[in-house]
């Protein structure tokens, strides 16, 4: 006999597989792809899009994995394009984007990392939007196949922060004050480029509910810079 | 014995169910979500704009479910990130859906979706083709007594295509990219616009960030061109004065 189901959530899932599990799941995307398609505006060998579907091994199509964003550098002329074949482009994305939501936190320690570890992705970074304490940033490394666990820091003002070599920005995940939008998530993510020190434009504007940063951050974010990104 | 697949794109579709088709499908509604979202929550209007999420429509038949491209939701104040939106938990349907059409939809944007919809008492309902391939770019339907009509969408001289939308309080305009913007976006825009000034509502980052762009590199070429004419100017003067009196 068929096993009946036991709640709402089981019988109305919020994951289909197909679309997102949450409204934070889209604007994390959004924050992330939407600053850094604007900061490589100009760019021709910079590439950036959203919700990509991968397939990285030729002869078999069930080798794929789906990136919430990806970044490609140094292959000009990408357009428009369906699925990403890593055989056509030449390579793997350079660095692999994924919003973590509760109910694909498993997925994300071993099946995610495994298949860029695979295909050849140098760096990958989680948001975790609805983080308890403060886990809500993890980035890897990744070098022949194996997943080293890259530098994350809690910050005076309680940000959590890491520092992207790829990008060559430091990734600010921190936990928005009240006033912004819960559809949003409880933490943002803002992007910050190391080398002007400058903090990239926020998608959705979220700049103004983030806290102030206390002076002894600078050196604090400095260090990050040290150890991550040099 | 099984069909053998014809080609890389039957093997390797780029459709799977789970992510965006393609990169039009996934900017289309990266900007018109983002420019609504901003614009609202700066008006202090209670909306709650969500994208690519599942909604479920009838109470006690959970085959009854849809996943819009991007739907916007009025007059529910303190909705927070939400799973899936249950039409009878929020207590009405969203007032707005936009379907961004790819190749697999067409057919369902144009026929299936839009009976669930009418269904579940969504008050407009519209579609967009970034590429303009299958249908007309934009589309959009009013929930009357009978079902969805059409909206009248309007043909501008500059080549702009308009149409209101009562519910959003804005006019929405598609309109070809110029060239040199960037392909993986598609070949049509769509920009919500303000219906008093009738100016595009800004994109928070991105369309500020281009546009600064486009003029920098507007100048520098300018700048490069000027100085290369002074170079001339100069080249001709020293040429001239080699020369001397005599030539």
Redesign the interface.
Known sequence: MAQLPISIAELYPSLRGDPKEGSQHWWGIVSFAGALDAHYWGREDAYVTGDQLIYYELGDPTKKIVADAIVVLGVPGLGAMGAYRVWEIGKAPDLAFDVVLPNTKRKHLLEVPRAYAAMGVRECWRFYPEAEGTAALAGYRLERGVCWPMPVVAMPNGAVVGCSKVLGMFLEAERLRPGARPAHGAWGLFLRDVATDEPLPDPLGKEKHRAREPSEQRGALAAVGTVGCR | MAEVAAS?DE??????????????Q??SM?LF??IL??YY??RGDDA???????I?YQFGD?TK?I?PDVYVLFGVP???????Y?VWEIGKAPDFVLEVASPSTKHKDRFEKPSAYAEMGVQEYWRFDPQARYTVPLAGYQLASQGYEPIPIRLRPNGLLAASSEVLGLTLGAERYQPGF?????RWALFPRDRVTDEKLP????E???AD?AE??RDAERDRAEAAEAEVRALKAALAASRGPSS
């Open positions: 890389v093997l390797y579709p780029d459709l799977r169910g789970e992510p965006m088709e393609n990169t039009q996934y900017w990266h979500a983002g979202d901003v929550e700066h709650y704009v969500a994208c690519d999420t599942l479920y959970p479910k996943v303190g909705i927070g990130g939400m799973g899936s249950k960037r392909e993986k976006y598609g994109d928070h980052a991105g500020k960030a281009r762009a920098a590199q």
